[in-house]
Nanobody
Framework: QVQLVESGGGLVQAGGSLRLSCAAS????????AGWFRQAPGKAREFVGD????????YYADSVKGRFTISRDNAKNTVDLQMNSLKPKDTAVYYC??????????????????WGQGTQVTVSS
């Protein structure tokens, strides 16, 4: 099973940007799908977007489309989430996840079998 560690969270003002990174160990992302989810206090875990490792295809939730971008680095075995034009409603703990290639585009947490510990993102108004 792959181990995932997120980094890059923090506090930012509305309109600002943050870049999260997810490092994998134990196995590579090759042949799999990497996803980002978030969970705000008192709310269910929400799909943000994912990337299919084989060809780099991405899929995003409507709430972040055009503002967030997921990218991968094959050499480093990392997945990044670039977040621009951040809004207070983006405040949440952000999680990286890994799943089989079939997870791509399903936008549901149950499609993923490995999770990071999460990193806090706080957007102030």
């Amino acid at each position: 099973q792959v181990q995932l560690v997120e980094s890059g969270g923090g506090l930012v003002q509305a309109g600002g940007s943050l870049r999260l990174s997810c490092a994998a160990s134990g196995r590579t992302f090759s042949g799999y799908c990497a996803g980002w989810f978030r969970q705000a206090p008192g709310k269910a875990r929400e799909f943000v977007g994912d990337i299919r490792w084989s060809d780099g295809s991405t899929y995003y939730a409507d709430s972040v489309k055009g503002r967030f971008t997921i990218s991968r680095d094959n050499a480093k075995n990392t997945v990044d989430l670039q977040m621009n034009s951040l809004k207070p409603k983006d405040t949440a703990v952000y999680y990286c996840a890994a799943g089989g290639a079939v997870a791509w585009g399903q936008a549901r947490a149950s499609a993923y079998d490995s999770w990071g510990q999460g990193t806090q993102v706080t957007v102030s108004s």
